[in-house]
C-alpha cells in the first residue's frame, strides 16, 4: 500500500487535531473543517488504509481515529524535525525567561527553579538532571584532620557539587601536612576531567616527596566518588500534578502507572542519561521508552552545560498527545539560558 502524499496530509490532519482537542478525528469532522477538497467517504477510506499500515487506530466506542505510536513517530521525524534543526537557533518561544537567580545561590537551588519554571510553561512534567561527578571538573579539595587519626576530604567540581570522604591517616602527618599535599592538588588538578585524574597527573618536588603517599591517597578518594552510582545523582522534578490532569489519564490504572514512574527517581535518571547524550534533542514517544508503565507518555530530553563544561540533562515528560513543536521551542531557549545563566558566574 502506497504511503501518498494525500495520506500523509491526513495523517497531519489528525494527529494535530488530536494533540489540541484530545478527541477521536472523524473523516466527517475534516471533510467539513478543513481545506481538504475531498468528500468524507474520500477521507474516510484514507483513514482506513492509514490504519491498515499502522499509522492509526480507533477505540472502540468511537468511529473517530487516534495516532499510533508509528504515527507519531513519523509526525515527529517529519513534521517537527525541520523545527528541530532549523529553529534551533530561533530565539521565538512562549518563555520570559525571567527567573530570579542570585550570584550567591547554589547551582542545586537553581535546577530545583528552573524546573519548577519549566512545568509552567509546558504544563508537562519537567525534569532536570545535574551533571554527575564523571561529567565535571576539579575545582577545589579540603583535607581536614580529626582526632583519632581520621581524615575528611572535601572535594568541590565546577558545578558546585560538594563530595566527602572519610579516611584514616597512615603515617604522622600534621595540619601544616594536609594543607601542603591540598596545595599541590588545588594547582595541578584545577580544571582537569575528575574521571581522568591519576597519580602520574601529580608532580611532586625533592623536598616535598614525604608527602607523596599522601597525595595517592587522597587521589584514591577521588576515585572513590567516581566509582558513586547513578542513583545518588539528583534529579529535579516538578508538574506532577500538571501531567495528571491531562484526558489521558483519567482511568485509574493509567494514572497509577504515571505515578509509578514519577515516584521512581531512579527510572527518571535512566530515561535522561540515556537519551540525552549524543544529541542536541531526542523523542522517545510511548513504547520507545522501553519501561513498563510508560507507553502513554512521551519524552523530549535535551542538555546544558555549566560553565561550559559539564554537561547536564534536561527533560519533559507528556502525554503523547504533547505539543512537540510548542515543548521542543520552549526547551531549547529554555536550555540556552539555562546555560547562559551557569556562564555568567552565577
Known amino acids: 500500500m502506497e504511503f501518498t502524499g494525500r495520506k500523509i496530509e491526513i495523517l497531519k490532519e489528525v494527529i494535530g487535531r488530536f494533540i489540541v482537542k484530545a478527541d477521536p478525528v472523524s473523516s466527517r469532522r475534516i471533510a467539513q473543517d478543513s481545506e481538504f477538497d475531498l468528500s468524507s467517504a474520500t477521507i474516510r477510506k484514507e483513514m482506513a488504509e492509514l490504519e491498515e499500515m499502522g499509522y492509526l487506530t480507533h477505540p472502540h466506542t468511537s468511529a473517530g481515529r487516534t495516532p499510533t505510536d508509528k504515527g507519531y513517530r513519523f509526525y515527529v521525524d517529519n513534521v517537527i524535525k525541520e523545527q528541530m534543526e532549523v529553529n534551533i537557533d530561533d530565539n521565538k518561544s512562549d518563555i520570559t525567561f525571567d527567573m530570579a537567580i542570585g550570584k550567591d545561590m547554589e547551582i542545586e537551588m537553581v535546577l530545583q527553579r528552573s524546573a519548577e519554571m519549566l512545568a509552567r510553561f509546558t504544563n508537562y512534567l519537567s525534569l532536570v538532571v545535574a551533571p554527575t561527578i564523571q561529567q565535571s571538573r576539579f575545582k577545589h579539595i579540603e583535607l581536614l584532620k580529626f582526632h583519632g587519626g581520621n581524615l575528611l ?194
Open 153 to 346: 576530604m572535601v572535594l568541590i567540581t565546577d558545578t558546585g557539587r560538594v563530595y566527602k570522604r572519610n579516611s584514616v591517616l597512615t603515617g604522622e602527618y600534621t595540619e601544616l601536612d594536609l594543607q601542603a599535599a591540598a596545595n599541590i592538588l588545588n594547582v595541578q588538578l584545577r580544571d582537569k576531567n575528575i574521571i581522568d585524574i591519576d597519580t602520574e597527573d601529580v608532580r611532586i618536588r625533592k623536598g616535598d616527596s614525604y608527602l607523596i603517599l599522601l597525595v595517592n591517597k587522597i587521589i584514591e578518594l577521588i576515585k572513590d566518588c567516581i566509582k558513586e552510582d547513578i542513583q545518588h545523582n539528583r534529579v529535579f522534578v516538578h508538574g506532577a500534578s500538571v501531567i495528571l490532569q491531562q484526558p489521558e489519564f483519567i482511568d485509574l490504572k493509567k494514572i497509577q502507572n504515571v505515578l509509578k514512574v514519577i515516584e521512581n527517581e531512579y527510572l527518571l535518571l535512566k530515561l535522561l542519561s540515556d537519551f540525552s547524550r549524543d544529541k542536541d534533542f531526542v523523542v522517545k514517544i510511548g513504547t520507545e521508552l522501553f519501561e513498563e508503565g510508560t507507553e502513554d507518555l512521551s519524552l523530549i530530553a535535551s542538555k546544558y552545560k555549566i560553565f561550559g563544561n559539564s554537561t547536564g540533562a534536561i527533560g519533559v515528560l507528556g502525554p503523547k498527545r504533547m505539543d512537540y513543536s510548542r515543548v521542543i521551542r520552549n526547551l531549547n531557549l529554555f536550555r540556552k539560558n539555562l546555560t547562559g545563566i551557569f556562564n555568567s558566574g552565577v
